[in-house]
C-alpha cells in the first residue's frame, strides 16, 4: 500500500546568534583577545545550545550511554536514590525534587551503568555526595543541584572530605548541566587514572576548590571540560594533573575569590605532565587565568581575558583535540552570555525522558515492547521513544498504568518509520479459539496521555490472499484517554483504527491531526470521542461496483453527545462513484446503548461516496443513530433527504474543542504541530 507523503513544515530552527551578536559587540573595550584574530574557530551552531548524548572523551573507545537499556525510575527519597543508584543492573533515574542527605555529608554510591538526571531545573542532593569506587564505568550525572556540605571554619576543607561528585580509577563518566556549591572539600573530584571523562555545562560557585583532576603519578586520563562557567571560586578551575589530554573550552571564569594568595588563586593549571588545550574561554576578573608547570604543555588559542593578572602560560604542542573527536567551537567573546544562560540545571532536562531505538535491534532497547516495559507503571514524566528510520515488524502494547509515552519517527517522512505486523483477527490462539480484535492489532494503547507522530502503523494482513473467517486487522486500538496522533499514518484494509473506551460509560479522547488513514469495512471505528481534523482519508476499493465497504462504524455511548468528528480533511477513493458510505451504526453484542455519533463536517467528498451514505448494520437502522454532515464539498457531497444536515446552531456546539475539552480541559489542537 502507498500513500501521500507527509506535508511538514520546516523545521524551526532555535539559534543563539541574536545573543551573541550582542555579546560580541558588548566586549568591553578593556578586554583584550589572548590570541590572533580568526583564530576563534567556526561559528557557533545555530542550533541547540547542547546534546543529550555525550560528546568529547566521554564519547570515545566505545562511548558513555549511561542507564541505556534500564528501567527508568523517579526517586524522591535517599534509600530509593541510593538503591537505584547502587543497584547492578542499568536504570535511567529521574531524581524530583530535593533530597536531604543523613547523616550530613554520606556519600551515595553510584554503581555502572546509570544514568541519574534531575526532573528540571529543581532537582537537589543536600548535605551529601555521588561517589564513584574504582572500577565504576558508563556513568551518566546530569541537571542536579549539589549544594551544602560545608563545614563552618573549614575553608581548606581539610577537616571533611565532603565532594559534590568523587570519582576514583573509572572510566566513561559524563557530568553535564549541574550546579555544585557550597561543599566540604572540592566540588568535582576526578581522580586516580580516571579516563574516558567530558565535565559539560556546569555550574562551580560560592567554593574553595572547585574542581581538581589526577591524585596518581600515571598520565592516562583523557578529559574534555566545556562550557562550564566558574564563579565565586578560589582555585582548582580545573587543576589537572598529568592528565595525559585535558582539553578546555568555551568555559568562563568571572568573579573569582579576592583573598590576596599571590598562588593558590588561580584559573587552569595544568600540573605535573598534563598536556592542555585552552580553546574560545573568556576569563573575567582573574588571578593566573591559566598557567603551567614546565613539564607540562599547554596550548591556548582564541580565549578572551579582562581584568586579568598573573601568569598566562602557553608553550610546548600538547595535542591537537579534533584528532580525537569533532567539536564546534563558539566565539569566546560569546561565552559569558551563552555559558551563563545555559550552564547548570535547565528546565527543559528531565522531564522527558528519551530512549533511542533502530529497527534492527542496536538501539538502546533491542524492541518497541522492551523500551515501553522499561516505563515504570503511573509514570509521572514523558518517555520518548526516539524511533530511527526503518520497519519495525513487531507488535507492541502500552499497558493501561503505562502513561505519558510518545513514539516519535525520526525521519523526513511518517513513512520512512514503520511499525507493522500481519495478524488478524481469526488467527487461532495456542490454547484454542482465535485472537480477537485486540490481539490483531499491531499496537495497543491503553495507556493515557500517549503520543505518535511522524510514523506509520500498519496490518499488513492480506484479506485478499487467505480464506480465513475473522479479517479484522487493526493497525492501533486505543482505550486512553488524551491521545494525540500528529502527522502519522494508518495503513490496513477492515478496521483499521479502533479508538475505543475501558468500558461503554466511560468516556476516552483521540485526537488524530495532519495523518492519513486508509482502509475498506468499518476501517475508523469505537467509541471514543475522536477528531480526525486536517487529514487524508483514504477508502480503498475492494472491487465491488456498489459496496467496497464503510468509512465510519461508531458505537458512542448514548450519554456521550460527542463520538467521531473528522472535519477541515479529504476523503479520497479510487472505488467506483455511488459505492462507498461514509458509515453505519455499530452495536457491540447487540447493545442498544451503544448510539453511534459521527459528524462529518467541512470536509471534502469523492465521487464515490453514495447519495444515500449511511446505512443499517445488524438490524439497527442508521437512522436511529446520531449521523450528519455540515457544509462538506466536492463531487460526493450533497444536500439531500438520505443526508442529515447539522443545522448551523447546533455546528457550532460541534467543534474540536467541544469533542477534546472535557472535565479537563485538554487543548492540543491549539499547540503547534510539532515536528521529531
Not at 558508563?138 to 560545608?150: A, G
Not at 613539564?295 to 598566562?312: D, I, M, P, Y
Not at 469533542?659 to 480541559?665: F, N, P
Request: with cysteine; aromatic share 8%.
Amino acid at each position: 500500500m502507498t500513500h501521500p507523503h507527509s506535508k511538514r513544515s520546516r523545521t524551526r530552527v532555535l539559534g543563539l546568534l541574536v545573543a551573541l551578536a550582542a555579546a560580541v559587540a558588548g566586549l568591553p573595550p578593556t578586554a583584550t583577545a589572548a590570541a590572533p584574530a580568526g583564530a576563534a574557530g567556526p561559528a557557533p551552531s545555530s542550533h541547540r545550545a547542547w546534546s543529550d548524548t555525550p560528546h568529547g572523551f566521554a564519547s570515545l573507545d566505545g562511548g558513555t550511554t549511561g542507564g541505556r537499556g534500564g528501567k527508568v525510575v523517579t526517586v524522591r527519597n535517599q534509600a530509593d536514590l541510593a538503591r537505584y543508584a547502587g543497584a547492578e543492573e542499568p536504570y535511567i533515574i529521574r531524581v524530583a525534587g530535593t533530597i536531604a542527605v543523613e547523616p550530613f555529608g554520606s556519600d551515595i554510591d553510584v554503581a555502572s551503568d546509570k544514568t541519574i538526571v534531575g526532573v528540571g531545573s529543581t532537582a537537589e542532593l543536600v548535605h551529601g555526595e555521588l561517589h564513584l569506587n574504582p572500577g565504576t564505568h558508563n556513568v551518566i550525572i546530569r541537571n542536579l543541584t549539589i549544594r551544602d556540605s560545608y563545614v563552618e571554619g573549614d575553608w581548606d576543607g581539610k577537616t571533611t572530605d565532603f565532594d559534590a561528585i568523587q570519582m576514583d580509577s573509572v572510566h566513561h563518566v559524563w557530568i553535564d548541566h549541574n550546579r555544585f556549591t557550597h561543599m566540604g572539600d572540592g566540588l568535582l573530584d576526578v581522580r586516580k587514572d580516571s579516563e574516558y571523562i567530558t565535565v559539560s555545562y556546569n555550574r562551580f560557585d560560592h567554593h574553595n576548590k572547585a574542581f581538581g583532576i589526577g591524585w596518581t603519578p600515571n598520565v592516562k586520563t583523557q578529559i574534555t571540560i566545556d562550557h562550564n562557567w566558574f564563579s565565586g571560586t578560589k582555585q582548582r578551575n580545573p587543576s589537572a594533573d598529568n592528565c595525559a589530554y585535558a582539553h578546555l573550552y568555551n568555559n568562563y571564569l568571572s568573579a573569582q575569590v579576592e583573598d590576596g594568595d599571590p598562588v593558590f588563586s588561580y584559573g587552569n593549571w595544568a600540573r605535573g605532565r598534563t598536556k592542555m588545550v585552552i580553546e574560545n574561554s573568556y576569563y573575567e576578573d582573574v588571578q593566573h587565568p591559566y598557567q603551567a608547570d614546565a613539564t607540562a604543555e599547554l596550548v591556548q588559542r582564541g580565549s578572551v581575558t579582562e581584568n586579568t593578572t598573573g601568569r598566562h602560560d602557553a608553550w610546548g604542542t600538547a595535542f591537537e583535540p579534533r584528532d580525537f573527536y569533532p567539536y564546534r567551537l563558539d566565539p569566546a567573546a560569546a561565552v559569558p552570555a551563552l555559558v551563563t544562560k545555559f550552564s547548570g540545571p535547565q528546565k527543559s532536562i528531565g522531564t522527558d525522558t528519551v530512549l533511542r531505538l533502530k529497527a534492527d535491534g542496536s538501539g538502546d532497547y533491542p524492541t518497541l515492547q522492551a523500551a515501553v516495559d522499561a516505563v515504570p507503571a503511573r509514570n509521572d514524566g514523558r518517555v520518548t521513544l526516539s524511533l530511527a528510520p526503518g520497519t519495525y515488524r513487531q507488535k507492541v502494547r502500552v499497558g493501561k498504568e503505562q502513561h505519558r509515552i510518545t513514539f516519535a519517527g525520526t525521519g523526513r517522512h511518517r513513512d520512512d518509520t514503520l511499525i507493522v505486523f500481519d495478524t488478524p483477527a481469526g488467527e487461532a490462539k495456542p490454547g484454542g479459539g482465535t485472537v480477537g480484535s485486540w490481539g490483531s492489532a499491531t499496537v495497543v494503547v491503553e495507556g493515557d496521555d500517549f503520543t505518535a507522530r511522524n510514523l506509520t502503523f500498519s496490518n499488513d494482513f492480506d484479506e485478499a490472499a487467505v480464506e480465513i473467517n475473522g479479517e479484522q486487522a487493526l493497525a492501533v486500538k486505543t482505550t486512553g484517554d488524551r491521545l494525540l496522533f500528529e502527522n502519522t499514518g494508518f495503513l490496513g484494509n477492515q478496521d483499521t483504527l479502533m479508538t475505543d473506551t475501558p468500558v461503554l460509560t466511560e468516556t476516552a479522547r483521540v485526537y488524530v491531526r495532519d495523518s492519513y488513514i486508509e482502509g475498506d469495512v468499518d476501517f475508523i471505528y469505537g467509541r471514543a470521542t475522536t477528531v480526525v481534523e486536517r487529514s487524508v482519508i483514504r477508502a480503498l476499493s475492494r472491487g465491488s461496483a456498489t459496496n467496497n465497504g464503510y468509512i465510519t462504524a461508531a458505537s458512542t455511548w448514548k450519554g456521550n453527545p460527542y463520538g467521531f468528528l473528522i472535519t477541515r480533511s479529504r476523503i479520497v477513493s479510487d472505488a467506483p462513484a455511488q459505492s462507498f458510505h461514509l458509515g453505519r451504526p455499530w452495536h457491540p453484542s447487540g447493545n442498544p446503548d451503544a448510539v453511534g455519533q459521527v459528524l462529518i463536517r467541512e470536509t471534502a467528498l469523492p465521487a464515490a461516496v453514495k447519495s444515500a451514505p449511511w446505512t443499517d448494520m445488524s438490524g439497527f437502522p442508521w437512522q436511529e443513530a446520531r449521523f450528519s454532515e455540515y457544509r462538506n464539498h466536492g463531487p460526493g457531497a450533497a444536500v439531500t433527504p438520505q443526508r442529515p444536515q447539522m443545522p448551523a446552531g447546533e455546528a457550532a456546539r460541534h467543534q474540536v474543542s467541544d469533542y477534546l475539552a472535557g472535565q479537563d480541559g485538554w487543548a492540543p489542537h491549539r499547540t503547534r504541530a510539532r515536528t521529531a
